[in-house]
């Protein structure tokens, strides 16, 4: 019982628990590590073991430290018990014990209790010489801070200045918010690496592969024509194989936690169906506004379509531009070949988001930097 760092259940909870595996089966798997040890859930394997079973939902936590385990057991556990004041006030001890330089509110939002029983719990300790007092504390985003803050003052300037003091605070504030903005590019990548190692490709088939925060993608729509004998003379199908609409829904995308997507369509409501089948939620979206040669139209059953649309879906807490660097909603740019995409686009995912690796799937031509999966994937361009 290495990690049941909890008291154990009373003889009513552990009935009831038992109770409830009885009729419903084990509904939260238990938590192991690499190892086999279990890091949450000992009650219920004792139970089920008692019970004959020999198989109940499992979840395999991997890459944690012995801290990153004591810590996890006691967030699980520690809302869902119902614990004496003298008991919760033992597992923050402990806590603080595992990781003294954890600031007491991020301990107290890990498990959920007020930051003033953390801090009396933690004051305790340090008085006792149990824990070290520390000077800075590391808070939930894993900054540090100063455990006591200096007193901020600021000064009122002549009325002549004020105008000055106006616009080298905007400057300040716009170099701050850009320097927040490259933190938060920067963490979103680092997620999406750390992800990498156990994210599923569904739509290559594969148990797992890396993970990105960006995607661009162009799927192979398959539409209706009008007659199936003379409409499909201008379909995609005479250009590169295409898919029906639920193959794509089902296909899915390698995204990481936070994430965004750029999705071209062809139809408005497919596309947002798709998003939401992607694990996407529709943010806002580019507009390509065709421009044809000479006097020659675009197709389309209720208009000439000469506007395209790109999607634009996010997941988790991805990252928006920043402000004042988002492209125009709609730009004019010359048709090419059939459904090649202008590169004005993919160059302004780039621009946006620097740095991190993005995924282009249904892809034609690899771009430098990008990784590409595709029917027509080839070399990279020169």
Not at 7 to 20: M, T, V, Y
Not at 41 to 47: K, T
Not at 200 to 229: C, H, L, M, N, Q
Not at 267 to 277: E, F
Request: charged share 25%.
């Amino acid at each position: 019982m290495k990690y049941q760092l909890l008291p154990r259940l009373s003889a009513e909870e552990f009935g009831s628990l038992e109770a409830s595996i009885i009729a419903h089966g084990v509904l939260v798997p238990v938590e192991y590590d690499e190892t086999g040890a279990i890091i949450d859930g000992h009650h219920r394997v004792e139970i089920c073991e008692s019970l004959g079973l020999v198989d109940w939902p499992r979840f395999v936590r991997k890459g944690l430290s012995e801290t990153d385990k004591r810590t996890l057991s006691r967030e699980l556990n520690f809302a869902r018990r119902h614990l004496t004041t003298a008991q919760k006030q033992a597992v923050i001890a402990d806590q603080l014990r595992d990781t003294p330089s954890i600031s007491s509110r991020a301990i107290a939002a890990m498990l959920g209790v007020h930051h003033s029983t953390v801090q009396s719990v933690r004051k305790t300790l340090v008085d006792g010489g149990e824990i070290s007092h520390h000077e800075d504390v590391e808070g939930r985003d894993g900054v540090k801070q100063p455990v006591r803050k200096t007193i901020k003052t600021a000064f009122m300037p002549e009325s002549e200045n004020r105008r000055e003091l106006i616009k080298v605070a905007k400057n300040l504030r716009a170099d701050d918010q850009k320097a927040r903005h490259l933190v938060r590019l920067a963490h979103m990548d680092m997620v999406a690496e750390k992800g990498s190692a156990s994210a599923p490709i569904w739509w290559r088939g594969e148990e797992s592969g890396p993970s990105f925060s960006v995607i661009y993608a162009d799927p192979p729509w398959k539409f209706p024509v009008y007659s199936e004998t003379t409409g499909r003379n201008k379909s995609a199908e005479n250009h590169y194989p295409t898919m029906d609409l639920d193959d794509i829904f089902a296909l899915g995308c390698p995204a990481s936690r936070d994430a965004v997507l750029f999705l071209w369509v062809t139809d408005l409501a497919n596309g947002i169906g798709c998003l939401k089948a992607w694990g996407f939620d529709f943010k806002s979206f580019w507009g390509w506004k065709k421009v044809y040669p000479g006097a020659q139209l675009g197709t389309g059953y209720w208009s000439f379509d000469n506007l395209e649309l790109l999607l634009i879906g996010t997941r988790g807490k991805a990252v928006a531009p920043l402000p004042g660097t988002q492209p125009q909603k709609c730009t004019d740019h010359p048709v090419s070949g059939h459904s090649t995409k202008p590169d004005f686009y993919a160059e302004q995912i780039e621009r946006l988001y620097p740095g991190i690796a993005k995924l282009e799937m249904f892809c034609r031509a690899p771009r430098p930097g990008w990784d590409a999966w595709g029917f027509e994937a080839g070399e990279v361009k020169a």
